[in-house]
């Protein structure tokens, strides 16, 4: 579905990703992992249309990618991802205002009460039925990223792209976001491309995990080479009782 | 229990908080006792009573030139200069910072130009502003306009440009257009700061109302002032000023609460 032909991220001299080459299958979810400063946010950013690739060409369903974010690519990051002056039913809202409101981008009267509902129906999917009126000022770290979850599927991207976005939480919070995010790939069927730097989370989520990493390195100019994807695994055993294996050991280990 | 340890209640607050402002008043009242003992004429320090009667005049006996009381018509003149200014320079700070600070094309083109005019000292623009719109009232609602506008246009376009990348990002996955991402995220978030401006602008706005005032007018709190100021009229220069203390406490207070009141989340995210 996600195709990546011979992608190149350059910074000037610097280069960050060199020769990634993808295929991400529809119903995918793939953890991508690697050390710091190894573009795991760069093809992250690639994917989701903020940056551009210097070379090579991006496809989403046979067509060459947008060169801007779109409502078809979702996204979660890490913070920020909600917006501090709405709360949380308006900010689930917010998508369906801006796509039915092109002017005013709010929605009156009975299209307002369809939005609000299926806003209502969002946020209860990711247990947040009891905080629609609740500012993210209010909420907890992991209640902000239900919300920033809630917000991004309202629109039904074709991909959902995650920016550690677990990675400011308490362990057990972690934990509990695992269980919800596993659940709502199976309920809505999303295709998730995920960038961790928790080698356990992404094996306990994953159904493929990439690592990115720098094949070569020029120890007097490190700018010199990029990463590359040096494994990619599918992890196809993966069944309905393994995750929830999964789930236990990495509760306990965390 | 260390100073920085102290916690203070709010009666406890009052009290203290009060203390100073008895003191002064104290000491003044000291002072023009002392002076008024040794010369009972004396103009520089006038006691409670010689002001409240400089000012009963003022508030109550209509002017014999122009039949009007000349306390109200002076803070009316002064007031509405003020809030017109005042006005007018919020709107178009706030249309102009959100356009600087959302859109990098209009920031690219317009912030030379912002920049320029702020560092041009507004009170040395008041002759051009004379010569321009003449003597009457728009030279000086026109100086606070351009007194003000710089400083909370910048400081608008900056807050904005300085919203988290990926609160823009996570809009435009929604399927934001540039107008509705200045509509829904921009504006919004705007607005709390556009009222913090607006109450440190009320210092410098004042200032120049009444520098503007005192140039050229015939009517206005700055006017009255510095007209006085000619027969050495202490008992009115200081319950005017202290008048003009007292507003310049209710717009902040009002201003303050309206924000609480309006945008709330904003006051939530700070604490």
């Known amino acids: 579905m996600l195709r990546l032909s011979n992608v190149w991220v350059e910074y000037g001299e610097k280069v960050v990703l060199e020769r990634i080459s993808l295929d991400i ?34 496809t989403l369903d046979g067509r060459p990618l947008p060169a801007e974010c779109g409502p078809d690519r979702g996204v979660v990051f890490q913070r920020y991802s909600v917006f501090p002056h709405l709360n949380a039913l308006g900010n689930t809202m917010l998508g369906l205002e801006l796509a039915g409101a092109p002017f005013t981008a ?8 369809a939005a609000r509902a299926q806003a209502e129906e969002m946020l209860a999917a990711v247990g947040l039925a009891d905080s629609l009126h609740l500012y993210p000022s209010e909420m907890s770290g992991g209640m902000q990223q239900r919300l920033a979850i809630a917000q991004a599927l309202i629109m039904r991207p074709r991909i959902l792209l995650l920016d550690e976005p677990f990675g400011a939480l308490d362990p057990g919070i972690r934990a509990d976001m695992h269980v919800l995010i596993t659940r709502l790939w199976r309920e809505f069927g999303l295709t998730i491309v995920m960038v961790t730097h928790d080698i356990k989370e992404a094996f306990a989520l994953g159904t493929r995990v990439i690592t990115l990493d720098k094949r070569r390195h020029d120890p007097h100019a490190p700018q010199r080479y990029g990463a590359g994807v040096i494994y990619d695994i599918a992890l196809t055993r993966k069944t309905a009782s393994d995750e929830q294996a999964n789930e236990s050991t990495s509760i306990t280990i965390d | 229990m260390r100073w920085v340890n102290r916690r203070i209640g709010r009666g406890q607050a009052l009290l203290l908080g009060g203390l100073p402002l008895a003191l002064v008043v104290l000491g003044y009242v000291v002072a023009a006792a002392a002076r008024h003992a040794e010369n009972p004429a004396d103009k ?12 009963a005049a003022l508030l109550f006996e209509p002017d014999p030139l122009s039949g009007e009381l000349l306390f109200w018509a002076d803070t009316l003149a002064s007031l509405s200069r003020l809030g017109i200014g005042l006005g007018i320079a919020t709107l178009s700070a706030l249309l102009a910072g959100l356009m600087l600070g959302a859109l990098p094309p209009v920031r690219a083109f317009f912030s030379p130009l912002v920049t320029a005019i702020a560092v041009i000292p507004p009170i040395a623009l008041l002759p051009i502003l004379f010569i321009i719109f003449g003597l009457g009232e728009t030279a000086k609602v026109a100086l606070i306009v351009v007194g003000i506008t710089p400083f909370m246009l910048r400081d608008l376009a900056g807050h904005i440009s300085a919203l988290p990348r990926e609160q823009m990002v996570k809009a435009l996955t929604l399927g934001a257009s540039s107008w509705q991402l200045l509509l829904r995220v921009a504006l919004p978030q705007a607005l709390p700061r556009l009222i913090e401006e607006l109450r440190l602008s009320l210092g410098p706005a004042w200032v120049f109302l009444i520098s503007a005032e005192a140039i ?16 050495l009229a202490m008992d009115v220069i200081i319950p005017y000023v202290g008048w003009i203390a007292l507003l310049a406490v209710a717009m ?15 006051h939530k995210a700070r604490r």
Do not use: N
Not at chain 1, 106 to 113: K, V
Not at chain 2, 44 to 55: E, F, N, R, T, V
Not at chain 2, 252 to 266: H, K, M, P, Q, Y
């Open chain 1, 106 to 113: 709010r929605l009156f009267g009975s299209a307002r009460r």
């Open chain 2, 216 to 231: 050229a007018a015939d009517v206005g709190l700055g006017y009255r002032i510095f007209l006085v100021r000619r027969y």
């Open chain 2, 44 to 55: 520089i320090l006038p006691l409670p009573g010689a002001m409240a009667s400089a000012m």
């Open chain 2, 252 to 266: 902040d207070f009002v201003l303050s609460r309206t924000s609480r009141l309006a945008f709330g989340w904003a």
């Open chain 1, 25 to 58: 299958a529809e119903g995918a979810f793939v953890s991508v992992i690697g050390p710091s400063g190894a573009g795991k946010s760069s093809l992250l950013r690639v994917i989701l249309g903020q940056d551009q690739p210097s070379r090579g060409r991006i």
